[in-house]
């Protein structure tokens, strides 16, 4: 576990290069990491991240469901809702923001700091959202939604894959299993790109016949999509 010196947090011009972020007004992000508890104690501090954190959830919400819509094509609607909320649940902002260590830069007071309030996921993610609200403000959303990509895409896969939020091959298989049919078979028919980059397409068989076919960036994920597509074919797809 990462120590902070409670005394010492890290300036705002100071987490802007580390992160490499060019704010045109420092001040603004030096508002999104000021917590209500340092204005309690600091009476000269203007204005705590309340504001920005109210905005920035805002605007995680679009760039998280647009950047949901264009990266997972075949999700029907009720996956995408499901998806996009687990990407912007507080406790997946407090894991991206322990990422970037943006509690090492929080402005708060010394008994909230002290009572290791640098390490709460409540904290964290309303300072994730804080963060993306002055860069929204500063930059536009095209720089806040530089910034979120690689974030997102970092744990793509994991979120996809998460049972509560996807998980039509168990259904595709429960389906079978009642239909006394068998086990579904998940086939790797092709795979093309760079090894960086590959594609893979994938069928889902019982016995001889396929019921669906799935791509993704992985064989897990285009398995879930061919399952999905099953389902879909056969009338079972929720939303």
Request: net charge negative.
């Amino acid at each position: 576990m990462t120590t902070y010196d409670v005394s010492l947090p890290e300036t705002p011009a100071e987490l802007a290069g580390r992160l490499g972020l060019s704010f045109k007004n420092l001040s603004l992000l030096a508002r999104a990491l000021t917590h209500r508890s340092y204005i309690n104690e600091n009476p000269s501090a203007l204005e705590d991240n309340e504001r920005l954190e109210f905005l920035g959830d805002a605007v995680l919400d679009f760039i998280v469901g647009a950047w949901v819509y264009h990266h997972c094509p075949e999700l029907p609607e009720g996956d995408l809702t499901r998806m996009r909320s687990a990407l912007v649940r507080n406790e997946q902002l407090a894991e991206f923001a322990r990422r970037l260590d943006l509690g090492q830069a929080m402005r708060m007071g010394r008994g909230e700091a002290a009572s290791g309030g640098r390490g709460r996921d409540g904290l964290l993610g309303s300072l994730f959202e804080a963060v993306i609200g002055a860069l929204y403000l500063d930059q536009g959303l095209s720089a806040a939604q530089d910034f979120m990509e690689p974030l997102l895409e970092s744990v793509r896969d994991r979120v996809i894959l998460r049972a509560e939020i996807y998980d039509p091959k168990s259904r595709f298989q429960e389906w079978a299993q009642s239909e006394k049919l068998g086990t579904p078979k998940y086939v790797t028919v092709s795979s093309n790109g760079p090894d960086h980059a590959k594609i893979f397409e994938v069928e889902v068989r019982i016995k001889d016949q396929t019921y669906g076919v799935g791509s993704g960036p992985s064989k897990q994920v285009a398995a879930q999509v061919a399952a999905q597509t099953a389902l879909e074919t056969l009338g079972l797809s929720y939303k």
